[in-house]
């Protein structure tokens, strides 16, 4: 199994900024795709960014320019920098990722808990 534990989440006035941490921890032989979705009150789940491995990341249309995601490999830890916040990017923030385990073996996707972002004066 993989535990995700999130930290950084908080409130922030629009312009500011906040940095999410997910760390990824358990049997893990190797991590394909590691990033953050978001929801909002009333809204689905949405991809905010995600890094697959070995390839470029993907971000959505609505915190490009604004967000950078980053992935250490040696902790198994995404970073996820948010600058020049919105009111619109208001959500809880769940760190999601796809990893091959070893005990049991397979390839499986995880969540985290989920932590509070809040944009507002």
């Known amino acids: 199994q993989v535990q995700l534990v999130e930290s950084g989440g908080g409130l922030v006035q629009p312009g500011g900024s906040l940095r999410l941490s997910c760390a990824a921890s358990?049997?893990?032989?190797?991590?394909?795709?590691m990033g953050w979705y978001r929801q909002a009150p009333g809204k689905q789940r949405e991809l905010v960014a995600v890094?697959?491995?070995?390839?470029?990341?993907n971000y959505a249309d609505s915190v490009k320019d604004r967000f950078t995601l980053s992935r250490d490999n040696t902790k198994n830890t995404v970073y996820l920098q948010m600058n020049s916040l919105k009111p619109e990017d208001t959500a809880v923030y769940y760190c999601?990722?796809?990893?091959?385990?070893?005990?049991?073996?397979?390839?499986?996707?995880?969540w985290g808990q989920g932590t509070q972002v809040t944009v507002s004066s």
């Open positions: 999601n990722a796809h990893a091959i385990t070893d005990r049991p073996y397979g390839l499986r996707e995880y």
């Open positions: 890094i697959p491995s070995g390839s470029s990341t």
């Open positions: 358990g049997s893990i032989l190797s991590i394909n795709a």
